[in-house]
């Protein structure tokens, strides 16, 4: 078992005993435990921080349960995957999807090129595609700050404010690696039937990049580098895919977002 763990996130006492539940399960390779902010400075309410990743079918990937009170999302459920910021996954898994780093027989278990952000993202995609499955456990229970995206992610306009808050080192990795995630793990035979909202989504985050960072260039210098060894990396991610597994019903569209919660 190995347990990712931000440094401003902790556990309640019985976190890994109620994640462990879940693991006695030999096709999950990941938990996702409800992880929750501290009360607020008004009104002292505790709210869900991430209760796992949902994808929608424009790609974007964001919190389940994010921003919602804390008496939601109380059942066990398969979700796409496990938020990076508290994750317990089985070891057997990692091994199975690790990934060659350098000539030296050293492997990589997390992409090491994208040095921060959207790590989780990919793993989660690359578990999909192995056949592994990820849970949610509501009954572990973990705390964490997060000091990015403090607003609820709903709306064009809120996006837009909160990518603006961003620091600018977050943003250029944040949007460069999720592209280079879907280099890897994308099959264009399940992206056509969502590319109405892709291309939505693509075109207004291309132009915020432009808007706001002031240049498209450095992303796109970025991307064009990584694309090489990305692309060696696909071959094996593919030649590696389960028989018969598809992603494509994980993607999600924005009505669906808030259906899966349960009281």
Do not use: C
């Not at 964001?62 to 066990?76: A, I, K, L, P, W």
């Not at 278990?109 to 456990?137: H, I, N, P, Q």
């Not at 039937?193 to 796109?220: K, T, V, Y």
Request: glycine content about 6%; cysteine-free; overall charge positive.
């Amino acid at each position: 078992m190995v347990v990712l763990l931000n440094a401003d996130a902790w556990l309640e006492r019985a976190f890994l005993r109620a994640a462990l539940t879940q693991l006695a399960d030999p096709s999950v390779a990941a938990v996702q435990g409800k992880v929750l902010r501290p009360p607020d400075a008004i009104g002292d309410i505790v709210r869900i921080d991430s209760a796992g990743l949902v994808a929608l079918k424009s790609r974007r990937v964001v919190g389940r349960g994010q921003h919602e009170t804390d008496d939601r999302y109380g059942s066990v459920a398969e979700i796409f995957g496990a938020d990076g910021a508290v994750a317990v996954l089985r070891r057997v898994a990692l091994d199975d999807l690790a990934l060659p780093s350098g000539s030296d027989g050293e492997v990589e278990y997390l992409d090491e090129s994208f040095f921060a952000y959207k790590e989780d993202v990919d793993l989660a995609w690359r578990l999909r595609l192995r056949g592994w499955r990820t849970m949610y456990e509501p009954s572990a229970i973990a705390w964490h700050l997060r000091g990015a995206r403090e607003r609820p992610l709903t709306g064009f306009v809120t996006r837009l404010r909160d990518r603006r808050d961003l620091p600018a080192t977050a943003s250029y990795l944040g949007f460069t690696n999720h592209r280079l995630m879907q280099l890897k793990n994308e099959r264009l035979a399940e992206l056509l039937p969502d590319i109405g909202p892709f291309l939505l989504r693509e075109i207004a985050a291309w132009g915020m990049q432009s808007l706001q960072r002031g240049s498209i260039w450095r992303p796109a210098a970025r991307l064009a580098r990584l694309a090489p060894s990305m692309l060696r990396k696909r071959r094996i991610v593919q030649r590696r895919r389960s028989p018969g597994v598809s992603v494509r019903d994980w993607f999600v569209s924005q009505d669906q977002l808030h259906t899966a919660a349960n009281e």
